[in-house]
């Protein structure tokens, strides 16, 4: 029976009380997250011996989330991804949202959504134990135009899927979008060279030397960034490519193969070593950032005191895409009143469907 707990985290800058929620599928998955930033701090799934452990990095105290990281585990708002310089126009006015990344806004500005505290409301079912996160963001909050009202849905069910429901409503014409900011590491070594990874697109979009997405889409053939079918990830990022030497690795945008609005599609598949893990990300969003982790270089230990290794995780990031090619970095999803932005992601296990698998649960929190 899924099952779903708060406990205290402590207080973020001193003064708001931060809950930690676990989800429990009553099969083996657990998944812990902080009403800070929506942060999904830890989600543990057994391999196929039935052993649990983590799947994604996590930091070890409500300090290390408040101070100065890489949006580990955050819901990050209003805008993924970068909007170049900073600026963008929107029903001929101009915004400008502070910069945070050489120059240009990176995931909505210094003070997005990964450092807001989000009300929660945690419920179960027969089947499924959930956690509802809201947020608020007035009117001019880091310079978005219109006040937004957003939604965040944890949903943990039996069968180990873990699924994040985003929803948004505007009072104005404004620019979302929304995404987690896990990063990932199936197996039980410390980087994920090892680890072999495909992509469900036939094309991606370069950048420029500010990490800023140019279009038009480049197809992925012949190049490093053809992963439509398994490649092991070292592999790839030894390639002497132009695009992985700007960018120290992957961090780049995959168009993702076309489906009906709204629909499900796989966009991603992961897999650890000798595939004691595997992970396939679902999503209805057009597009998905890769992001192989170069710069946590020792900078960052997970929750269990160990320090990162260069390729440490690998982050898969579902989003909207970037105008191409005459706006390179511009937005593009334009949410307008009485207008609603819905889209679902979900991180789904396929190896816990093995017939072989005797899962262990975790642990009581």
């Known amino acids: 029976m899924p099952t779903v707990h708060r406990k205290p985290f402590g207080r973020a800058h001193g003064q708001s009380e931060i809950d930690l929620w676990t989800l429990d599928s009553g099969t083996g998955v657990r998944a812990e997250i902080l009403t800070y930033g929506g942060v999904l701090h830890s989600l ?16 070890p105290a409500l300090d290390d989330y408040t101070d100065k990281n890489p949006y580990f585990g ?3 708002g209003r805008y993924a991804n970068r909007i170049a310089h900073g600026r963008f126009t929107l029903d001929g006015a101009t915004h400008h949202i502070p910069a945070n990344d050489r120059g240009h806004a990176l995931h909505g500005g210094p003070d997005g959504f990964h450092t807001k505290v989000w009300d929660a409301t945690g419920d179960r079912t027969g089947t499924a134990a959930v956690l509802r996160l809201t ?12 006040a937004l009202d957003v939604t965040a849905t944890y949903t943990l069910d039996t069968s180990g899927t873990l699924a994040v429901d985003y929803r948004a409503v505007t009072d104005r014409p404004t620019v979302v979008n929304l995404t987690n900011h896990s990063y990932l590491n199936l197996g039980h070594d410390d980087d994920v060279l090892g680890h072999t ?4 697109a036939d094309a991606y979009l370069p950048i420029d030397p500010g990490s800023i997405p140019e279009g038009p889409p480049a197809p992925v053939a012949g190049t490093p960034f053809d992963l439509t079918a398994p490649r092991r990830i070292g592999e790839r990022l030894d390639h002497p490519d132009a695009q992985l030497r700007r960018a120290g690795g992957f961090d780049h945008c995959w168009v993702l193969r076309p489906a009906a609005p709204g629909t499900l599609r796989r966009a991603a598949r992961l897999s650890a ?3 004691v893990r595997t992970l396939e990300l679902w999503t209805t969003e057009p597009g998905v950032q890769v992001y192989t982790a170069n710069q946590l270089d020792g900078a960052f230990t997970d929750g269990s005191g160990r320090r990162h290794r260069r390729h440490g995780s690998l982050c898969l990031e579902t989003q909207h895409l970037p105008d191409s090619p005459n706006r390179p970095g511009h937005p593009t999803t334009v949410l307008r009143p009485g207008e609603t932005l819905r889209s679902r992601t979900e991180w789904r296990f396929p190896h816990l469907r093995a017939a072989d698998i005797r899962l262990r649960p975790p642990t009581a929190p």
Request: proline letters at 16%; hydrophobic letters at 35%; a negative charge.
């Open 135 to 146: 947020l608020h963001s007035p009117d001019g909050d880091m310079g978005f135009p219109g």
């Open 74 to 76: 955050a819901v990050v």
């Open 273 to 275: 070593p000798g595939e």
């Open 197 to 200: 990874l495909q992509v469900d």
């Open 44 to 59: 543990t799934v057994p391999d196929t011996a039935g052993s649990p452990g983590p799947v994604v990095r996590s930091l």
